[in-house]
């Protein structure tokens, strides 16, 4: 395995496809706040490096996700960190619009508390 490339040969099979997935974790590059977490395939990390655009693999379509292309919410790449183990992606981004497609700036809007209790703690991009 190389030093700079993850190891899909550790990721989890796609449901619809069975190919290793690997999880993908976007945070703004500006503020360091976790943006949310997807899946990214060989093709999609490929795509990513080459164009400096985050492209994700959705799990439920079974196909490459270019974050941004339906809904213009796209994320600028601004750093790729690989973990100790190279089996999960951190994208630093500059982010368009929501990250989350219930139009939240985070996927990470709500907050559980101890007893279960949950709260949406942010309003939604108009």
Known sequence: MSSHV?????????????QPLLPAI??????????MLAWMNREAWD???????AVYFSRSRGKLWRKGDTSGHAQVVREIRVDCDADTILLSVEQ???ACHENYESCFFRRVDP??????TEERIA
Request: with cysteine; proline share 8%; hydrophobic share 25%.
């Open 6 to 18: 993850p190891n899909f040969d550790a990721g989890v099979p796609c449901p619809k496809t069975g």
């Open 26 to 35: 976007a945070q703004d590059a500006t503020t360091g706040r976790v943006l």
């Open 47 to 53: 795509e990513t490096i080459s164009g400096n655009r």
């Open 96 to 98: 368009t619009g929501a």
């Open 115 to 120: 007893d279960g209790t949950t709260h949406i």
